[in-house]
């Protein structure tokens, strides 16, 4: 699977929204992710993992920032380079008002 663009907010540090073009950080071929400890380098990660399976890696409930109540994600990527396809998945999140639990509203 080849990146080519995630979009975040309200994932994690995350609280604005964030793009990532990957198209532009693979151009030169391989890149990596750096930042201090808490900088949210695994919160890109988990981006792509939320937009892809509706939940996050680490199986955290906790995945929304506390000061939201909405969450949004979309990840475009690549599957084949033989026959280019490129895929989109969206997902957008909502915290319940009475339980304050994290629902998955549009898919």
Do not use: H, W
């Not at 540090?13 to 695994?42: N, P, R, W, Y």
């Not at 990527?77 to 339980?99: A, G």
């Amino acid at each position: 699977m080849r990146p080519i663009n995630l979009k975040i907010k309200g994932l994690n540090s995350f609280v604005e929204a964030q793009e990532i073009d990957f198209k532009k950080l693979t151009s030169k071929g391989i890149f990596g992710i750096f930042g201090s400890t808490g900088s949210g380098k695994s919160t890109v990660l988990d981006g792509i993992t939320l937009a892809l399976y509706g939940e996050v890696a680490r199986k955290s409930s906790n995945f929304m920032n506390v000061n939201c109540n909405s969450l949004n994600v979309s990840y475009e990527f690549q599957i084949s380079e033989k026959k280019i396809k490129t895929y989109r998945v969206e997902r957008e999140f909502r915290r319940e008002n009475k339980t304050g639990k994290v629902r998955s509203k549009s898919a």
